[in-house]
């Protein structure tokens, strides 16, 4: 990380568990070189903070316009396929006290809880949070300007609107340069830091806070 202005996240005050969560990662295609190494750097963030794989999904869209629309849509994929599930857990010999309103462990339907599978397979619990990653490069015209402010008050609006913390994995770089090396693939000897590291630190971390404040716990 020789670039002064490139930092990292400065590590979170306590050591978060990610393994009762589901994190959905959606990410453009654009610059897909950069795209992938950001990627990367976020699952094996995701995977260190104990997310297990079959917990994260990963889906892609065309460019980083998309992203809030996607975003948005796969939080309410979530909370669709959790209620879908539920009626399976009638069924079920298992945690048939979780069906009861009163009781203290019941997942509520709609707010995301910490991922459960009684099965110990995927979840399908609502998403505790989502990354939207992207990489928008600025060119001659005035799309980067555009693409950029939309993205950007579009995922605010949509982490706001849902109630599910929804990640800024989106690098806004004036040249490849300063994109690749906020990827860690800088063309220079030192590469850069890769800023997807950081964005998984912080699904979890927001995720785990954000389960908590739920449930009142401060
Ligand atoms: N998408 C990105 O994710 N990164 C870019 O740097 C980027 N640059 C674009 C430049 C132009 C001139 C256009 C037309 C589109 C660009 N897009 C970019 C795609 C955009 O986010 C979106 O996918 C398309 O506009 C379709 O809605």
Redesign the pocket.
């Known amino acids: 990380m020789s670039d002064p202005t490139i930092k990292g996240l400065p590590p979170p005050p306590t050591k978060y568990d990610g393994s009762p969560f589901r994190i959905a990662i959606v990410h ?4 897909d070189a950069i795209i992938k190494a950001l990627l990367d750097g976020t699952v094996k963030k995701l995977k260190e903070q104990g997310v297990k794989e079959e917990n994260i999904v990963i889906k892609s ?6 992203l809030p629309f996607a975003a948005q849509k796969l939080i309410e994929a979530g909370k669709t396929q959790s209620s879908n599930a539920a009626p399976s857990m009638l069924a079920s010999t298992t945690n048939l006290l979780s069906l009861i309103d009163n009781n203290p462990t019941a997942p509520a339907s709609t707010t995301p809880q910490p991922a459960q599978s009684s099965t110990g397979g995927a979840s399908t619990a609502p998403f505790n949070a989502i990354i939207a990653i ?4 600025k ?1 001659s ?1 005035m ?2 300007e555009y ?1 950029c402010d939309a ?1 950007t008050h579009g995922l605010m609006k949509v982490q706001l609107d849902s109630g599910t913390p929804v990640v800024f994995g989106v690098l806004t770089a004036l040249n490849d340069d300063q994109a690749l090396e906020r990827a860690g693939i800088g063309r220079k000897e030192t590469k850069g830091h890769n800023h997807g590291e950081d964005w998984g630190l912080a699904a979890v971390e927001l995720a785990a806070q954000t389960s908590d404040w739920q449930k009142g716990i401060l």
């Open positions: 453009a295609r654009w610059n869209v065309p460019g980083s316009y998309e992207g990489c928008l490069i060119g015209t799309h980067f693409i993205v």
